[in-house]
């Protein structure tokens, strides 16, 4: 397995399961009015998203991404699906000091406001059965 097509889709899968723990982080709350025990997984790496991007740190998937991408002969980002559709989203060319600060917020905020409506809801049916 020591192919650069097999770096390049790994660094694909990588990729792609980092976008689906974005989305988790972001709006893994959601999911707490079907499954409830789902807080004990999203919390913390809700707190950890929202901390990272606030503080300007790089992921760890990051830099492993970078790797597998070198080691399939530096194919960069440019070609499949992944590339073209993902990769800007995850890694936005934009990208600021303000806007990880303001990104690390909404994550925050909107994952407050989602507990707190679903702590309500709870809460009111408990009275109200």
Not at 59 to 75: I, V
Not at 111 to 123: D, H, I, K, P
């Amino acid at each position: 397995m020591d192919s650069p097509a097999f770096y390049s889709l790994a660094a694909d899968l990588l990729v792609t399961i980092h976008f689906l723990a974005i989305l988790f982080i972001v709006l893994g709350g959601l999911l707490l009015f079907r499954w409830p025990a789902i807080a004990f997984i999203h919390l913390p790496l809700a707190a950890w998203g929202a901390i990272m991007e606030m503080m300007g740190w790089i992921c760890p998937l990051t830099p492993w991404e970078q790797r597998l991408r070198d080691a399939a002969g530096g194919s960069g980002y440019s070609g499949g699906f992944v590339e073209h559709y993902l990769l800007p989203l995850i890694y936005p060319e934009q990208l600021t000091r303000e806007i990880q600060l303001g990104l690390g917020l909404f994550v925050l905020l909107f994952n407050l406001a989602v507990y707190g409506w679903w702590l309500m809801r709870r809460n009111s049916k408990k009275k109200n059965p």
